[in-house]
């Protein structure tokens, strides 16, 4: 893996960096092929719990590379390249372990995708998210208008698109489109807000987030089915075991993912 992404390990957590921040993080093919192969890996990595990823220098992401999006010459070469690209957005929906999305400076255009098509989205209290798509004539893409409209009243949707407008951290997380604001150091706040993930059950989390993220596309009975068929599998697992102990035995749980 080149020096585009970024991959170290500590305390159960994957960081995962975009590394171009020359061009301000903005999303070539290579890194998208690389996000989506340091994604995969930390999933199937036993001794990860929880993945954050976070942009190098001065911002998260400018979103797409518009020297990479000028040299394509035709409909085929555009559509390789917004696959690759969505493709980092579908890899984090199908991981079984939780994304956090660590923003600083500004998340813009697909990098304002990327950011809140992770689980969990934490920022400094200065950086902006912003919409930039309409600048350029373009629409949002990678599923910021669907994660938007889920989360915001559409006629907020549609102001915060179609101005172009910065959005603070602040006004985000007052709106509910991430999870904390932080003040101090980024990565030392990530590392903390993900400690729940860290201690928690691995795989009740895995169920957690895949029932959670296809709930609207379920019907009552449908979803009920579902939560019954994990529960029953749940509760034979050593983890619901050492739950149980520990919960009699006034301690913390060392779940294990089994």
Same mark, same amino acid.
């Given at each position: 893996?080149?020096? #585009?992404?970024?991959?170290?390990?500590?305390?159960?957590?994957?960081?995962?960096?975009?590394?171009?921040?020359?061009?301000? @993080?903005?999303?070539?093919?290579?890194?998208?092929?690389?996000?989506?192969?340091?994604?995969?890996?930390?999933?199937?990595?036993?001794?990860?719990?929880?993945?954050?990823?976070?942009?190098?220098?001065?911002?998260?992401?400018?979103?797409?590379?518009?020297?990479?999006?000028?040299?394509?010459?035709?409909?085929?070469?555009?559509?390789?390249?917004?696959?690759?690209?969505?493709?980092?957005?579908?890899?984090?929906?199908?991981?079984?372990?939780?994304?956090?999305?660590?923003?600083?400076?500004?998340?813009?255009?697909?990098?304002?995708?990327?950011?809140?098509?992770?689980?969990?989205?934490?920022?400094?209290?200065?950086?902006?998210?912003?919409?930039?798509?309409? @600048?350029?004539?373009?629409?949002?893409?990678?599923?910021?208008?669907?994660?938007?409209?889920?989360?915001?009243?559409?006629?907020?949707?549609?102001?915060?698109?179609?101005?172009?407008?910065?959005?603070?951290?602040? #006004?985000?997380?007052?709106?509910?489109?991430?999870?904390?604001?932080?003040?101090? %150091?980024?990565?030392?706040?990530?590392?903390?807000?993900?400690?729940?993930?860290?201690?928690?059950?691995?795989?009740?989390?895995?169920?957690?987030?895949?029932?959670?993220?296809?709930?609207?596309?379920?019907?009552? %009975?449908?979803?009920?089915?579902?939560?019954?068929?994990?529960?029953?599998?749940?509760?034979?697992?050593?983890? @619901?075991?050492?739950?149980?102990?520990?919960?009699?035995?006034?301690?913390?749980?060392?779940?294990?993912?089994?």
């Amino acid at each position: 893996m080149s020096e #585009v992404v970024r991959v170290k390990k500590e305390n159960k957590i994957a960081y995962i960096s975009m590394n171009r921040p020359d061009k301000r @993080n903005a999303l070539s093919i290579e890194m998208a092929d690389e996000l989506v192969a340091a994604l995969e890996e930390a999933n199937q990595d036993d001794d990860v719990k929880a993945i954050i990823l976070y942009g190098e220098g001065k911002a998260f992401s400018a979103g797409g590379d518009l020297e990479t999006i000028n040299s394509l010459n035709n409909s085929v070469e555009i559509m390789k390249y917004m696959k690759r690209a969505l493709a980092i957005i579908q890899t984090i929906r199908k991981l079984d372990k939780y994304v956090v999305s660590a923003v600083h400076g500004f998340a813009a255009g697909a990098g304002f995708s990327i950011a809140v098509a992770a689980d969990f989205v934490v920022a400094q209290k200065d950086a902006k998210f912003v919409c930039s798509f309409t @600048n350029v004539g373009i629409i949002p893409d990678l599923g910021l208008i669907k994660a938007l409209a889920e989360k915001l009243p559409a006629n907020l949707v549609k102001e915060w698109i179609s101005s172009a407008r910065p959005i603070s951290a602040i #006004v985000a997380h007052e709106k509910g489109i991430i999870n904390r604001v932080l003040e101090d %150091d980024l990565l030392k706040g990530a590392a903390e807000f993900a400690q729940f993930i860290v201690d928690g059950p691995p795989l009740a989390n895995q169920f957690v987030k895949q029932l959670v993220n296809h709930s609207q596309e379920l019907t009552y %009975d449908t979803n009920d089915m579902q939560e019954t068929a994990v529960q029953t599998l749940l509760l034979q697992t050593e983890d @619901n075991e050492e739950g149980i102990r520990a919960f009699f035995e006034k301690r913390k749980p060392s779940f294990k993912g089994k």
